[in-house]
């Protein structure tokens, strides 16, 4: 356990940063799997509003570190690649 106060801070502020990443995380995977959904359904324009939203929550989890640049254009370039396929 933390014996400083400044390591005791840091201890709930990483806490506090553990909860947000996982939220953001979480967000970003339930967007995704709405795409794929609609492009299971073969809904194409359904598909694309979906992406379209998922795609600003890939590069905000992306913006703040969550997710490396690189792994957030991977996911965005395999979901338009299925609805592209469509």
């Known amino acids: 356990m ?3 106060a400044q390591a ?3 201890s709930r502020q990483n806490e ?3 909860a ?3 939220a953001l995380r979480s967000a970003m995977r339930t967007q995704i ?3 794929l ?3 299971q359904e073969k809904d194409k324009p359904g598909a ?4 379209r939203q998922a795609v600003s929550v890939i590069d905000r989890v992306a913006g703040r570190g969550i997710l490396h ?3 957030a254009a991977r996911y965005k370039s395999r979901l338009n690649e299925r609805i592209k396929a469509l």
């Not at 694309?48 to 992406?51: H, I, L, P, S, V």
Request: hydrophobic share 20%.
């Open 2 to 4: 933390a014996n400083t």
């Open 8 to 10: 005791k801070k840091r």
């Open 16 to 18: 506090q940063h553990r």
């Open 20 to 22: 947000r990443n996982g």
């Open 33 to 35: 799997k709405k795409v």
């Open 37 to 39: 959904k609609a492009v």
């Open 48 to 51: 694309q509003t979906a992406y």
């Open 69 to 71: 640049k690189n792994g």
